[in-house]
């Protein structure tokens, strides 16, 4: 009997200690990473994290270019381009509610409700249009309903190889496991952050030998060993100054709420875009990976009557990770046609 009392009393030593050791961590992370910048509070006690770089142009011609992330990923997966492309343009990336250093939202995590949210943002922080967008994967599908919902704002859109509806439930049912696996992960991880585990884990990874990281990965089973697989291989195409932020976001228990709120969202967003209008008049380039086959002409006028195809032959699904120079010169490829327009009109 005194020998399990003293085991328990051990375990929930163990666990305070792990609950201090996050709460430690997490303020330290927010006074050390987020200072670069500004939360915009967009009303009902929502506050988004947003990041600019570059001047606006004096003569205003100079559009901002706002930068849309993929599904669970934040400001930080446009680092490097955000960093080139503001020698040139006025620059915005943002993280989501719910995820990064932004609060959450009670909304769906549907394209519709993030755009009101994202326009409540610009406005709130007077970043005035007009916009240039840069959508990666699930981002693809939020600017393209931004530019749907507010068309006088937006003066054009990069698509980087967006998120297809006919992809995903309901319309292929067939990968609805796999939504609710992402979705049953990321509850299971809220707990493990809670009492820093996840800091240990991921501080492992990016920070340091990664052999911890490597054996909770390995006691996990094959499935461990290939998230890790992933996360190596993703964000060692990021700048390494960012890994430790990068670390900083997967501490947090509630970028794991915010990933199972955008995974599990899936369904409605499909929904919601699978039949939407096509975009008129707004110039649109599309970058689709060699890893995937281009949309035909039909596909692509359901997205625009003004659109573009590129491949990016030496990328797969991060083309701006892999081929950052292709989406920096299209990015001022567009920004240049648009001080073209705006100076003859």
């Not at 920070?207 to 089973?221: D, Q």
């Not at 699904?317 to 120079?325: A, N, S, V």
Request: glycine content about 8%; hydrophobic content about 40%.
């Amino acid at each position: 009997m005194y020998l399990l009392a003293l085991l328990v009393c051990c375990a929930a030593g163990l666990v305070a200690s792990g609950f201090i050791y996050q709460w430690l961590g997490a303020h330290n992370d927010r006074r050390r990473y987020a200072s670069h910048g500004r939360w915009i509070d967009i009303g009902n006690g929502r506050k988004l994290y947003l990041l600019e770089k570059g001047s606006c142009s004096s003569n205003g011609n100079t559009p901002t270019v706002i930068f849309e992330a993929g599904i669970a990923a934040t400001n930080l997966n446009w680092h490097h381009i955000q960093e080139s492309v503001s020698r040139f343009a006025h620059t915005t990336s943002y993280d989501r509610c719910g995820l990064g250093w932004s609060s959450p939202s009670s909304l769906s995590r549907t394209p519709g409700n993030i755009v009101v949210e994202l326009n409540s943002m610009l406005h709130a922080a007077g970043i005035k249009p007009p916009y240039i967008f840069v959508g990666h994967s699930f981002g693809g599908l939020v600017v393209r309903r931004y530019a749907l919902m507010y068309p006088e704002e937006v003066q054009g859109i990069i698509l980087i190889d967006p998120m297809r509806c006919e992809e995903w439930p309901p319309m292929d049912p067939s990968r609805q496991a796999q939504l609710d696996r992402g979705t049953k992960l990321a509850g299971i991880a809220v707990p493990i952050a809670q009492i820093g585990l996840a800091r240990l884990a991921v501080t492992s990874l990016l920070c340091r030998s990664g052999r911890l990281s490597t054996f909770l990965a390995g006691a996990a089973g094959d499935g461990g060993k290939h998230v890790l697989s992933r996360i190596k291989g993703e964000v060692s195409k990021m700048p390494e100054g960012v890994w430790p932020i990068v670390a900083a976001h997967w501490s947090r228990p509630g970028y794991y709420v915010g990933m199972a709120s955008h995974v599990s969202a899936v369904p409605d967003t499909v929904r919601e875009m699978q039949n939407a209008k096509p975009i008129l008049d707004t110039p649109i380039l599309m970058l689709t990976p060699a890893t995937s086959s281009p949309l035909d002409k039909e596909s692509l006028a359901r997205i625009g009557n003004n659109i573009q195809q590129v491949i990016a032959l030496d990328s797969a699904h991060w083309i701006h990770l892999d081929q950052p120079d292709l989406v920096i010169n299209s990015i001022r490829d567009m920004v240049l046609s648009s001080e073209r327009i705006a100076v003859t009109v």
